[in-house]
């Protein structure tokens, strides 16, 4: 039977943190038993001969313990982008729901815009009438009352009154001499 050991000892063997050999479990690379131990067998077929030199086992565990920082380092980095990326979609999204409500508020207003033109001809049509009753050509003739001379309909301007400018449009100010 092959010798079992616990994941410190197996640590320490090969100058490995723990930290690492529970890496290695989680990621399938070891096998624990129901033990909670690691065969020896598992450990070589990993990490091959254990080195008997301290100083090379000291410099592995230091390059080992580098590489779980930079792991965790990419693991934080990887958190950050989901939540970025979350925030993003819920961004998009709300997005969205204010494009659709401001769409629908337009339809709206196109539909209140469209719904008087059904009525528009009943209203020319009033117009119309109206026209043809204060078309001057059209009333008919003042009684004579003898009061008045039918030639002389216009009401006298007093002397001293000035007469009304001749109101002008805004471009003949300019190509227009004064007067």
Same mark, same amino acid.
């Given at each position: 039977?092959?010798?079992?050991?616990?994941?410190?000892?197996?640590?320490?063997?090969?100058?490995?943190?723990?930290?690492?050999?529970?890496?290695?479990?989680?990621?399938?690379?070891?096998?624990?038993?129901?033990?909670?131990?690691?065969?020896?067998?598992?450990?070589?077929?990993?990490?091959?001969?254990?080195?008997?030199?301290?100083?090379?086992?000291?410099?592995?565990?230091?390059?080992?313990?580098?590489?779980?920082?930079?792991?965790?380092?990419?693991?934080?980095?990887?958190?950050?982008?989901?939540?970025?990326?979350?925030?993003?979609?819920?961004?998009?999204?709300?997005?969205?729901?204010?494009?659709?409500?401001?769409?629908?508020?337009?339809?709206?207003?196109?539909?209140?815009?469209?719904?008087?033109?059904?009525?528009?001809?009943?209203?020319?049509?009033?117009?119309? /009438?109206?026209? @043809?009753?204060?078309?001057?050509?059209? =009333? $008919? *003739? !003042?009684?004579?009352? #003898?009061?008045?001379?039918?030639? /002389?309909?216009? @009401?006298?301007?007093?002397?001293?009154? =000035? $007469? *009304? !400018?001749?109101?002008? #449009?805004?471009?003949?100010?300019?190509?227009?001499?004064?007067?």
């Amino acid at each position: 039977m092959m010798k079992k050991l616990s994941v410190s000892e197996l640590a320490k063997l090969y100058g490995y943190s723990r930290q690492a050999i529970y890496a290695h479990i989680n990621k399938g690379n070891l096998s624990k038993g129901s033990d909670g131990l690691i065969d020896f067998s598992e450990a070589l077929r990993v990490f091959g001969e254990p080195q008997k030199n301290n100083s090379t086992v000291n410099q592995s565990q230091s390059t080992n313990s580098q590489n779980l920082t930079e792991v965790d380092l990419l693991k934080r980095q990887v958190d950050i982008l989901e939540k970025q990326l979350n925030q993003a979609v819920q961004r998009e999204n709300q997005s969205l729901e204010r494009e659709s409500f401001y769409q629908e508020q337009i339809e709206a207003m196109q539909r209140l815009l469209e719904a008087p033109k059904a009525n528009m001809t009943t209203f020319t049509d009033q117009k119309s /009438n109206q026209d @043809i009753a204060t078309d001057p050509r059209l =009333e $008919p *003739e !003042p009684n004579y009352d #003898g009061l008045t001379t039918l030639e /002389n309909k216009r @009401i006298p301007v007093p002397e001293q009154a =000035e $007469p *009304e !400018p001749v109101k002008r #449009g805004f471009l003949s100010r300019f190509f227009l001499p004064n007067g």
